[in-house]
C-alpha cells in the first residue's frame, strides 16, 4: 500500500512537558486508522500538527511522498488534510446547504447574490454521494439529530476534496443506530481512496472500520496493531499498561 502521509521523529514541548516525543506513523492511500491512547496521551496535539494548527518543535511530514511543512490550517488544507473536530463547527442557525458551503456558496452572474437553487441542488448531489439519510437540504442543522449532525460536518470536509481525513471522536454520545451511520460513512469515504484517522474513546467502533490500530502513551507511539488479528482486550492492554516497556503482554501484531 502506498503510503499518503509518513510523520517521523515528530516532537513537540510545551514548557516543561514533552507533549509529543518523537513519534512516527504512518498512513497508506485509502487506508482507515484508529489512534488511540489514554487521556494527554499525545493523539490530539500529533493531529493538530498534521492538520496545520501546531508547529511541531521537531520532525518531519512527507505526504504523498514529498515533504511538507505546514504553518497553518490553510497549508494542510491546500494539500489534501481535513479534520473535523469534537465541537463539529457547524451553524445552527444556518441550513444543511449553507452550513456545507459556507464561505464558498455559488453565486449568480455578476457575484452579488447567492445561486440558492444550485447550492442546494450540489447540496443534494452531495450529500447522495455519500449515501446520507438528510430528506432536506434547507432546514437548519439545529434542528438535525446528533448523527445527522455529525455526517454533516464530515461531509462538509469532504466537499474540499480531501486526500486524508481526520476525524475526532465522531461516534461520542450518540445513539447506537446513529453510530452505525457515522461508520457506514467512515468505510464510504475510504472506499473512494480517502484516507481516514478515527481518534475514538468506543474501542468497539475501531474494529467495524479500521485497517490498523495506533496506540499512544505518553507522548510516544507504543503500538502498532492490525485490526484484523487483535482483540478488544489486546488493545485495551496496550492503553492502559504502565510497564515503560514498548509492548504490554501478548499483543498480537504489536510493534513498539
Known amino acids: ?86 465541537d463539529l463547527a457547524l451553524c445552527d442557525d444556518i441550513d444543511v446547504a449553507g452550513n456545507l458551503f459556507l464561505g464558498r456558496e455559488p453565486r449568480r452572474a455578476g457575484g452579488l447574490l447567492l445561486d440558492l437553487p444550485k447550492m442546494h441542488l450540489d447540496a443534494r448531489t452531495h450529500l447522495d454521494a455519500l449515501n446520507i439519510r438528510i430528506p432536506l437540504t434547507d432546514i437548519p442543522v439545529g434542528g438535525l439529530s446528533g448523527g445527522q449532525r455529525q455526517a454533516v460536518a464530515i461531509a462538509r470536509a469532504v466537499t474540499f476534496g480531501p486526500k486524508l481525513l481526520i476525524l475526532d471522536e465522531p461516534t461520542a454520545a450518540l445513539a447506537v443506530a446513529e453510530v452505525e451511520t457515522v461508520l457506514e460513512l467512515i468505510r464510504t469515504v475510504s472506499s473512494q481512496g480517502v484516507s481516514v484517522i478515527l481518534i475514538t474513546h468506543r474501542l468497539q467502533d475501531l474494529f467495524e472500520v479500521c485497517d490498523r490500530l495506533c496506540v499512544m502513551y505518553e507522548g510516544t507511539l507504543r503500538a502498532d496493531l492490525d485490526a484484523r488479528t487483535t482483540s478488544l482486550q489486546q488493545l485495551v492492554s496496550e492503553i492502559v499498561a504502565h510497564d515503560g516497556q514498548g509492548r504490554a503482554g501478548d499483543t498480537t501484531g504489536a510493534r513498539a
Open 1 to 86: 500500500m502506498t503510503d499518503r502521509v509518513v510523520m517521523r521523529d515528530i516532537r513537540k514541548r510545551y514548557g516543561m512537558v514533552d507533549a509529543l516525543r518523537g513519534v512516527t506513523l504512518r498512513v497508506g492511500s485509502g487506508e482507515v486508522v484508529g489512534l488511540v491512547g489514554d487521556n494527554a496521551a499525545g493523539k490530539s496535539t500529533l493531529m493538530k500538527v498534521l492538520a496545520g494548527a501546531v508547529v511541531p518543535d521537531s520532525g518531519e511530514i512527507v505526504f504523498d511522498g514529498g515533504p511538507v511543512a505546514f504553518t497553518s490550517p490553510r497549508d494542510a488544507r491546500e494539500l489534501g488534510v481535513e479534520m473535523v473536530y469534537q
